[in-house]
T-cell receptor, first 114, second 114 residues
Framework: SQKIEQNSEALNIQEGKTATLTCNYTNYSPAYLQWYRQDPGRGPVFLLLIRENEKEKRKERLKVTFDTTLKQSLFHITASQPADSATYLCAPHYSGGGADGLTFGKGTHLIIQP | NAGVTQTPKFQVLKTGQSMTLQCAQD?????MYWYRQDPGMGLRLIYY???????DKGEVPNGYNVSRLNKREFSLRLESAAPSQTSVYFCASSDTALPPFPYTFGSGTRLTVV
């Protein structure tokens, strides 16, 4: 079965630096890969998605890359701020699937220190 | 635009009691999902409804039942609650008629079974 791996340990980054989070998957490559943000006591919120034929996607200070050879997606937050502190989840989405439920990684807890 | 609304937000049950978690979305999404989230386990799919009138089991369906009442509403029922069902429950919806289709999550129900 497909496995999704995200850094289980918290990631501590100094304010203003770039935070880079990793999402690795096994077996076959997804058609899309989605990233979500989750704050304590709240539901996940969709941030970005990237298609398998895209190398990179940007939205304001966020950037996502997708390397199907490495079976990996990287999520970058540039000029990080304490308000970016949250847990970030990745979710691969397979062509023809998704309607039967996304599988999410366990998430990486990001802490931006002032 | 309320998005996905879950009720109640908090609930304490005694072992063996039953209850229904309610979920409603106002985005005209065709697919709806129930997840549970436990520390160290991430989000796990309980049941999903790809379209009105259909429901299917996810990864962890045992001990739960669901009803897709109409396009807007998808409820999750615990017939005889057990301490192992202590968790945070999230409902989500998406428009799977047009991939890719990010999920919109509710704010969650925190359930404790004693």
């Amino acid at each position: 079965s497909q496995k999704i791996e995200q850094n289980s340990e918290a990631l501590n980054i100094q304010e203003g630096k770039t935070a880079t989070l990793t999402c690795n998957y096994t077996n076959y490559s997804p058609a899309y890969l989605q990233w979500y943000r989750q704050d304590p006591g709240r539901g996940p919120v969709f941030l970005l998605l990237i298609r398998e034929n895209e190398k990179e996607k940007r939205k304001e200070r966020l950037k996502v890359t997708f390397d199907t050879t490495l079976k990996q997606s990287l999520f970058h937050i540039t000029a990080s701020q304490p308000a970016d502190s949250a847990t970030y989840l990745c979710a691969p989405h397979y062509s023809g699937g998704g309607a039967d439920g996304l599988t999410f990684g366990k998430g990486t807890h990001l802490i931006i220190q002032p | 635009n309320a998005g996905v609304t879950q009720t109640p937000k908090f609930q304490v049950l005694k072992t063996g009691q039953s209850m229904t978690l309610q979920c409603a979305q106002d985005m005209n999404h065709n697919s709806m999902y129930w997840y549970r989230q436990d520390p160290g386990m991430g989000l796990r799919l309980i049941y999903y409804s790809a379209s009105e009138g259909t429901t299917d089991k996810g990864e962890v369906p045992n001990g739960y039942n669901v009803s897709r009442l109409n396009k807007r509403e998808f409820s999750l029922r615990l017939e005889s609650a057990a301490p192992s069902q202590t968790s945070v429950y999230f409902c989500a919806s998406s428009d799977t008629a047009l991939p890719p289709f990010p999920y919109t999550f509710g704010s969650g129900t925190r359930l404790t079974v004693v």
